[in-house]
């Protein structure tokens, strides 16, 4: 099946500084890619919804200044977490909808644990 | 608005046993139903899938049936093994025709199998 990798998968990194997430499509190409970010003992929250090529699409209540979103090619996504606070650490997600006919499939990735001291 | 709402955990069954995770929705129109299942150290995978009412999705041995009568989407399994610990995540994808694929999850019910 298709494979979507996110990399690091634990980072930590001291409050003030910034965090890049890389999430990539290994075997297919994906227009469309989402955000989440997951709290302890929570369900997953959409932050963002990412298109190649445009700017991408926020959910209510996430601030994009803060959360930085860039889907520069067909199979990779990036999120940065600028100028990091505790209260960033969380777990983030990110999922890809493949470009061929809608199946209403997600591929996730492994997720990525950010802990901002 | 559009929500899902499954059983609170953690749930702990011995192997062997009868598992019924509940999942029921809000949702207008024909929304299309998933159960997600995330290893420990994992990311989410789609267990199974059902995308009109009466549909029944299966895999691994689980089932759950798109009953939109009583709004649920009930996962089941005969038999669960140690191996089937994970969290389990029900969601929904409205329907849209300009192609949404904005999935609402529920909160997940942790599965602890015990030998």
């Known amino acids: 099946g298709a494979v979507v990798s996110q990399h690091p998968s634990w980072v930590i990194c001291k409050s003030g500084t910034s965090v890049k997430i890389e999430c990539r499509s290994l075997?297919?190409?994906?227009?469309?890619m989402f955000w989440y970010r997951q709290f302890p003992k929570q369900s997953l929250m959409l932050m963002a919804t990412s298109n190649e090529g445009s700017k991408a699409t926020y959910e209510q209540g996430v601030e994009k200044d803060k959360f930085l979103i860039n889907h520069a090619s067909l199979t990779l996504s990036t999120l940065t977490v600028t100028s990091a606070h505790p209260e960033d650490s969380s777990f983030y997600i990110c999922?890809?909808?493949?470009?061929?006919?809608?199946?209403?499939?997600?591929?996730f990735g492994e997720g990525s644990r950010l802990t901002v001291l | 608005g559009n929500s899902v709402t499954q059983m609170e955990g953690p749930v702990t069954l011995s192997e062997e046993a009868f598992l019924t995770i509940n999942c029921t929705y809000t949702?207008?129109?024909?929304?299309?139903l998933f159960w997600y299942v995330q290893y420990p150290g994992e990311g989410l995978q789609l267990l199974l899938k059902?995308?009109?009412?009466?549909d029944k999705g299966s895999n691994k041995g689980f089932e759950a049936t798109y009953r939109k009568e009583t709004t649920s989407f009930h996962l089941e399994k005969g038999s669960v093994q140690v191996s089937d610990s994970a969290v389990y995540f029900c969601a929904l994808l409205p329907y849209s025709g300009a192609g949404s694929y904005q999935l609402t999850f529920g909160k997940g019910t942790k599965l602890s199998v015990i030998p």
């Open positions: 949702a207008t129109g024909y929304p299309s």
């Open positions: 059902a995308t009109k009412a009466d």
């Open positions: 999922s890809a909808q493949t470009t061929s006919i809608y199946t209403g499939e997600l591929f």
């Open positions: 075997d297919f190409q994906a227009t469309t």
